[in-house]
Nanobody, 123 residues
Framework: QVQLVQSGGGLVQAGGSLRLSCAAS????????MAWFRQAPGKEREFVAA???????TYYADSVKGRFTMSRDNAKTVYLQMNSLKPEDTAVYYC?????????????????WGQGIQVTVSS
C-alpha cells in the first residue's frame, strides 16, 4: 500500500523555524511532482509549494515565497523548510503527489496524500 508519512510539525513562536518531512513508503515517487498544501480551520486547502520530480524546479505561493523552501533528496523524501514563521502560517500541512507537470495548484489534481500534520505559530 502506498503511503506518504509526514513528520516535523509542532508549536513555534513567530519568527521561528520548522522543517516538515514527507516520506513515501510502499513505492518511490520517481516521475511524480510533490507538493505541500495547508488548511486552516474554516478555510479551503491551499497550495503552499511544489517541486518537480527531478527537484530542478520549485514553485511557491506568494504568501510563503522567500520564507519557505521545498526540497527533495531522493525519490522517497521531500522537505519543507519554513523560516520566519508567522501566526497566519498556522494550519494543518499536507504533502501530496501528482503525475501532472507543471504541478497544479489545485488540491483536486493530486493522487496521494500524507496524513496531515499540525503547525502552530504563536504570536
Amino acid at each position: 500500500q502506498v503511503q506518504l508519512v509526514q513528520s516535523g510539525g509542532g508549536l513555534v513562536q513567530a519568527g521561528g523555524s520548522l522543517r516538515l518531512s514527507c516520506a513515501a513508503s510502499g513505492r518511490t515517487f520517481s516521475g511524480y511532482a510533490m507538493a505541500w498544501f495547508r488548511q486552516a480551520p474554516g478555510k479551503e486547502r491551499e497550495f503552499v509549494a511544489a517541486i518537480s520530480w527531478s527537484g530542478g524546479s520549485t514553485y511557491y505561493a506568494d504568501s510563503v515565497k522567500g520564507r519557505f523552501t521545498m526540497s527533495r533528496d531522493n525519490a522517497k523524501t521531500v522537505y519543507l523548510q519554513m523560516n520566519s514563521l508567522k501566526p497566519e502560517d498556522t494550519a494543518v500541512y499536507y504533502c501530496a503527489a501528482t503525475g501532472l507537470l507543471p504541478p497544479p495548484i489545485s488540491h483536486k489534481n493530486y493522487d496521494y496524500w500524507g496524513q496531515g500534520i499540525q503547525v502552530t505559530v504563536s504570536s
